[in-house]
């Protein structure tokens, strides 16, 4: 059997959602990140503008948990669709990928 084809946007579906995963996990972590180093700055903070700053850290990492997965989710359909129309160009020039199953 021969995957001769792929549906791009069935794979650019499947790769945005993939990617979207990617980019809630990469942002839990980017946000624990930014929350430690907001508390530390809080602790540490003398003047307004420090805590401040410590504030925006917060906000900026609690932000990323939303803005990441998006972001990824957005680029993994993007690449999807790049992805299925090469793979397809150039299934029709040397053939497609053979699978053997039972």
């Known amino acids: 059997m021969q995957i001769r084809r792929i549906g791009a946007l069935s794979?650019?579906?499947?790769?945005a959602v993939i990617y979207a995963v990617f980019g809630?996990?990469?942002?839990?972590?980017?946000?624990?990140?930014?929350?430690m180093g907001a508390a530390f700055g809080g602790m540490a903070a003398e003047s307004?503008?420090?805590?401040?700053?410590?504030?925006?850290?917060?906000?900026?990492?609690?932000?990323?948990?939303?803005?990441?997965?998006?972001?990824?989710?957005?680029i993994g359909f993007i690449g999807g669709l790049i992805?299925?129309?090469?793979?397809?160009?150039?299934?029709?020039?040397i053939g497609g990928i053979e699978l053997e199953l039972e």
């Open 24 to 35: 809630l996990i990469f942002g839990l972590i980017f946000s624990l990140i930014a929350l």
């Open 11 to 15: 794979l650019a579906k499947v790769l």
């Open 48 to 74: 307004g503008e420090e805590a401040a700053a410590a504030i925006f850290g917060l906000l900026f990492g609690v932000g990323a948990v939303i803005a990441l997965p998006i972001f990824y989710g957005l």
């Open 83 to 93: 992805t299925a129309w090469l793979y397809n160009a150039a299934a029709r020039i």
